[in-house]
């Protein structure tokens, strides 16, 4: 005796298998070599000049190795994305823009023809930033390389440090910690290990690091800090956290404990270690040197009143090595002015403008904390610090900001449907129902 088909079940009978949905292609990754080709760019932003090294590295060399790297991972982007699929951006279009200025300015040759071969160095960056902007959706991988890169630049300082501390803290940059392996300044190791510091504790408030990992980073990485006496560096880390764990507070419990204890633990510090913390501030300087900032006021006012024509009020001078009269410039903002001229001002100004609204606009989130960190470092940084309309390591901070911010890709439609198409019941008629058939 058998009976009825089961209510509901396929025509075909129990035994029918329902159609597979098809299968939705593998997913889009990202090549490992992309953390290459980031690794090389931040070789090359390192640069080739200043303190002396234990063994004396000719700068003809250094500057072999830094463009050889700048070569090496555009060769590397164009092999990892052939048909040149890039994703609009903002950042990017304006940065381009940027090369206009610098190549009129350059063309001139009014500082020499070093001005066209960093142009070309600067366009080769934006180049490389390009054919990397295809992989821009997965930001906090390259979040994880900007730290493992410059976490490694840290190591090479402390190895020197060991090796021969004499010459890693030498008296003419008044015992502040340089560079003993490779020409590192004081202030580069100071902006290192504070966007060092900085993304780690973001990724240890949203649990993407154990605290152990988190502080096998950030404990040596604030010595070596403090080592270098760099104001700007720690004013930035400070500002730039307390802005990027201030976007969080609605969202994250654990952005509120830690701010809450950060702000008892600086109290606490203020108040018991106030003469320390002015000395270390100060460097022993005096007050009319520090408030003059170093010396720079001097080059500063020298710059502004030189007289300049209109085309170079416009355009600048071209690409040099951000300094004026011998002196370095340090400031980003007179620097792109001498440089790039006005030009170059209204352009660097509409990146940091386009970033932080764009960072405004995005829901609260990790990424966006990371962005706005990075964001408002380079901004705070730039008063004291060149190196804005040229390659360097601020505009590799910006790019890797510009990632963070850059929304995912639609997803694509799929041909057939996940889920399978309905059966169709099989009418029954009421009187059959109960009914054994033979």
Known sequence: MARTPTRGAPAGGPGTALPRPAAAGPARTTPKAVWIVWALLGLNTLGSAGAKTVVRLPRSLIQM??????????????????????????????????????????????????????????????????????WWDDGMLFVRTHIRMYFAVLVSVAAGLIISPGTAMPEYYGGRLVGALWPLTPPQIGQYSAVIVGLTVLLLLDRRVTGRSAALVIVPTLVLLAMTHTRTATVGLLVGLTLAIGSLLLTSAAARRFFAWAVVCATVAAVAFASALQSW??????????????????????????????????????????????????????????????????????????????????????????????????????????????????????????????????????????????????????????????
């Open 65 to 134: 190795a830094t463009m050889g790297a700048l070569v090496s991972a555009f060769a590397l982007a164009l092999a990892l994305n052939p048909r040149l699929r890039v994703r609009a951006s903002a950042f990017l279009f304006l940065l381009s823009l940027l090369l206009v200025p610098s190549l009129i300015s350059s063309l001139r040759l009014e500082v020499g023809g070093g001005a066209l071969f960093r142009c070309a160095r600067l366009t080769i960056f934006v180049a490389t930033l390009w054919l990397l902007s295809r």
């Open 281 to 438: 501030f100060m460097r022993g300087q005096s007050q009319e040197n520090f408030s003059n900032l170093t010396g720079r006021a001097k080059v500063w006012d020298a710059l502004l009143t030189e007289p300049r024509t209109l085309p170079v009020k416009v355009f600048g001078i071209g690409l040099g090595d951000k300094s004026f009269g011998g002196l370095p410039i340090d400031n980003s903002w007179l620097a792109v002015y001498n440089e790039q001229g006005q030009a170059g001002i209204v352009l660097v100004a509409a990146i940091l403008l386009a970033l932080g609204g764009v960072a405004l606009l995005r829901p609260p989130s990790l990424p966006r904390a990371c962005a706005i960190f990075l964001i408002s470092y380079v901004a705070l940084s730039s008063y004291t610090e060149a190196g804005l309309g040229d390659a360097s390591p601020y505009l590799l901070h910006l790019a890797l900001a510009a990632a963070l911010l850059a929304t995912p890709p639609p997803a694509t439609p799929l041909t057939t449907p996940l889920t399978a198409p309905a059966v169709p019941r099989r009418r029954i008629p009421r009187r059959d129902r109960n009914r054994e058939v033979t």
